[in-house]
């Protein structure tokens, strides 16, 4: 049932086949989709995106979905949890935060080999670089600050009233997430990289004082969302595999990674004459986030470096992945070979700030 259509890869540019690693026996979904949702399958094509869980677009004869499953394979211990994707995206589907509409869920692998579920598909815009090359100058300004909106209705939603208070613990968070990670980094280790080791004994060091809790997305970064097709709006938030209750400076330091590293890196804006291109300095950006959110603090150097530490780790595991055959990309590779460099940077920062 999976394209391998040239005719629809240029329809269809944000998709692709299904790679040969992911394809799956389509029968059995197909009668689920008959029988949840009286729709019959009639395509399925590969997201480009999706370096952690394979996603794909279905297309039926009354809509389209997008559909999100765990990658094949030995995953580590409470990675690729798209149970959790599902329910934070039902939770917030009753407030003003843009995210598709979750359809169903599905934890039976014998329909397609791993749990998955349905959402919308939503069509507008996704910006692959922090750079907007796309645009013209006077609208990448909005476009950052639509951004910086999406986060700030995030933040503020109240996560005991929308049910999930039990999504995640509350209080000692950096302690928690820098042991988590450090964990992470142990268990997927396919080579060294002594950055990580370094801010992992760093950032337990340089915890700042005082707590608090919202639903962080883990992962808000632009190409991780869908604007509208012609306005500066965030109408889908995308790929909440790593949501959590946790504390809002980090995400917000971690959607201001771009500011700090540069392109070779990975997806970075330093080096660029952000005035030149229209693009919000990293300080503007966060007083326009404080300003949203009622906040009198910002984000410092710890912040940033948890930020790079974390996204380290996260792709020396999307290494380990490509390394082991099952990554959700083509480029998982050469995407996560660049750990080394983000881990690098962040420990630039930490020693800045001593």
Known sequence: MASDGNPGEE????????????????????????????????????MRGGQSNPTFLVVTDQAEYVLRKQPPGKLLPSAHAVDREFRVLSALAKTDVPVPRPVLFCDDRE??????YLMERLKGRIFWSPALPELVREVRRPIYLGMNDALARLHLVDWRAVGLAEFGRSGNYYMRQINRWTQQWQNSKTRENPSIDRL??????????????????????????????????????????????????????????????????????????????????????????????????????FH???????????????????????AASSEAEETGSRGRALADCGWQLACSAA
């Open 11 to 46: 329809a269809l540019p944000e998709t692709i086949p299904v790679r040969e690693a992911h394809h799956f026996d389509t029968a059995r979904l197909q009668g689920l989709l008959a029988q949840r949702l009286g729709a019959r399958l009639a395509e399925i094509r590969q």
């Open 111 to 116: 329909v397609i080999g791993t749990p998955f």
């Open 200 to 301: 992992s004994e760093w950032l337990l060091q340089h915890i700042p004082p005082g707590d608090e809790t919202t639903i962080c997305h883990g992962d808000f970064r632009l190409d991780n969302m869908i604007f509208h097709p012609n306005e500066p709006r965030v109408i889908g938030i995308l790929d909440w595999e790593l949501s959590t209750l946790g504390h809002p400076l980090a995400d917000l330091a971690y959607n201001c990674i771009c500011y700090n590293i540069s392109p070779d890196h990975y997806k970075g804006l330093l080096g660029y004459d952000l005035d030149a291109l229209g693009i919000p300095s990293q300080d503007e950006y966060v007083r326009a986030y404080c300003e949203r959110t009622g906040r009198k603090d910002g984000i410092t150097r």
């Open 304 to 326: 940033l470096a948890f930020a790079l530490f974390r996204i380290a780790v996260i792709l020396e595991g999307v290494l380990a992945r490509a390394k082991a055959g099952n």
